[in-house]
């Protein structure tokens, strides 16, 4: 197997979970050693699956922290290379200076993730991550005010700061350049 490190990001909406769950099945189907792992406060959908916001699923192992897949991977590739696949990765402490450290120990990474916070600046983990990325894919969703491709996520609902917040369409949309940074005139 050829070691690689999978980055999908882009806004909320955008596919990225549909893209690596589809990967993940490619390495299954090619009999590879897979770990689905998940934040523990993602409860959107389900408490033990990725879920995709069109209903496709797989089950995953709950994490805190990075540590935690590191301690699990650990336990259970029994040294032996395998594909470690993170959903969710902002919401995860420490889990790029993980996932960088299991690639260089020879595993294969996919994430996705939220590159921006809603108030634009960079996940520190997300942005960790970049240099080590053998491939980055961005999903873009649509506006779905202008219609046009989304690279950004607008929190309009909740709590008023941008830290992590968990929620769905009725907290976060997807805006294109003007929406979000407000030069829609």
């Known amino acids: 197997m050829n070691h690689e490190f999978i980055m999908y990001v882009g806004p909320m909406f955008g596919g990225k979970t549909t893209r690596m769950l589809s990967q993940v099945e490619r390495y299954r189907y090619q009999d590879e050693n897979v770990f689905l792992f998940k934040p523990s406060i993602d409860n959107r959908f389900d408490d033990q699956k990725v879920m995709t916001h069109t209903g496709r699923s797989a089950e995953a192992m709950l994490v805190v922290d990075g540590w935690a897949v590191r301690s699990t991977i650990d336990k259970i590739s029994n040294n032996r290379s395998c594909v470690v696949a993170i959903d969710e990765a902002f919401?995860?402490?420490?889990?790029?200076?993980?996932?960088?450290?299991?690639?260089?120990?020879?595993?294969?990474?996919?994430?996705?993730?939220?590159?921006l916070s809603s108030d634009g600046s960079a996940y520190n983990e997300t942005a960790q991550?970049?240099?080590?990325?053998?491939?980055?894919?961005?999903?873009?969703?649509?506006?779905?005010?202008?219609k046009t491709a989304a690279y950004y996520t607008e929190k309009y609902g909740g709590r008023?700061?941008?830290?992590?917040?968990?929620?769905?369409?009725?907290?976060?949309?997807?805006?294109?350049?003007?929406?979000?940074?407000?030069?829609?005139?």
């Open 129 to 146: 991550m970049f240099p080590y990325a053998t491939a980055i894919e961005v999903c873009p969703a649509i506006d779905p005010i202008s």
């Open 160 to 185: 008023n700061d941008h830290e992590i917040e968990v929620g769905g369409s009725e907290m976060y949309r997807p805006r294109d350049w003007n929406g979000f940074f407000g030069y829609d005139g």
């Open 91 to 115: 919401m995860i402490p420490y889990i790029g200076e993980v996932a960088i450290d299991l690639f260089k120990r020879g595993h294969t990474i996919l994430v996705s993730s939220l590159q």
